[in-house]
């Protein structure tokens, strides 16, 4: 008998082909943050535009924007039932929105410009980090409770004004000289903040005292993202440093560490699989000289 080698096929047959990718156009300027909301069915983004932005994520139509940024939006963050929308803003500025219909609640000025913030459990309390105005002056950590009518302070419009009505702090937290918090987290219950730093550093608050509880130092630069997972019992970090660290946040120790080529930008821990997905690449400003590949610019996932 006589047989026919058989001719191997060089490429993997495709997998799930309906399944395409959809590109988001909506932004004329580098993205600086991108969040689904609890239920999966929104997502939230803002660039350094003044536009944050709120899309359908099953057909990628976009729902509307946030309006009367004045600066770059650093950061956005949805309530747990996407009634409300707090942005933060090169401005000085942290903003309150109704998430579905854009109508804007309150402004919470800052003495520097608003880098992160971020909702407790519940839709009560959220809190904002905000950079030193000047060097002599301290970044701060602002904890907010949602505004009531009786807690709002109206401002007369004028032309091209920010009509906001203005909204205090409940508390403020005095963080490190020479240093700023870039990102935050809520613990179980609301009880302690977790907040990543341009040093490197990883230090917890208790939100009542605004007492300094745990201190860590597990980067060697900046801090760049802080998620937690669903139950809130791990939590990980993305540096500028090239690696993400998977730490619990009770004790705060490393429990493991995530090295790559390139600083990562962002991190999160999948919902339903012991996966780690980190995004990562060179900056922004370098995109349009090197290819995808070699600027590292990939989403890598990694087991648990």
């Not at 997502?43 to 946030?66: I, M």
Request: neutral net charge; glycine residues 6%; charged residues 25%.
């Amino acid at each position: 008998f006589l047989f026919k080698p058989l001719k191997m096929s060089t490429s993997l047959p495709r997998v799930n082909s309906q399944f395409q990718p959809i590109l988001l156009k909506g932004h004329e300027r580098s993205i600086t943050a991108v969040k689904y909301n609890s239920d999966g069915d929104l997502l939230f983004t803002c660039a350094k535009d003044h536009k944050p932005t709120v899309w359908y994520s099953d057909t990628g139509e976009r729902l509307g924007t946030y309006g009367y940024h004045g600066g770059a939006t650093w950061d956005i963050d949805p309530s747990w039932d996407s009634q409300f929308v707090v942005t933060a803003c090169a401005d000085a500025n942290a903003r309150l929105f109704e998430a579905t219909t854009g109508k804007y609640i309150a402004r919470m000025p800052h003495k520097g410009v608003v880098r992160s913030v971020k909702w407790a459990d519940g839709n009560q309390l959220f809190c904002t980090a905000s950079d030193p105005f000047t060097s002599r002056d301290l970044g701060s950590i602002s904890i907010f409770e949602f505004p009531s009518e009786d807690d709002l302070t109206e401002v007369v419009p004028k032309k091209d004004s920010d009509p906001g009505a203005l909204h205090s702090a409940k508390s403020t937290i005095l963080v490190d000289d020479m240093d700023k918090a870039t990102c935050l987290s809520w613990t179980i219950a609301g009880e302690f903040i977790i907040a990543g730093f341009d040093s490197g550093n990883m230090v917890k608050y208790d939100v009542e005292t605004g007492k300094e509880v745990q201190r860590l130092k597990c980067h060697t630069e900046r801090v760049n993202r802080v998620n937690m997972n669903r139950e809130k019992t791990m939590l990980i970090t993305a540096s500028k440093d090239c690696t993400a660290k998977l730490i619990d946040p009770v004790n705060f120790e490393v429990v493991k560490t995530y090295k790559t080529e390139r600083p990562v930008n962002g991190a999160a821990i999948s919902p339903t699989h012991p996966h780690i997905l980190l995004g990562g690449g060179q900056d922004a400003q370098n995109v349009t000289t090197t290819a995808a590949s070699a600027g590292k610019i990939e989403t890598r996932f990694f087991h648990m």
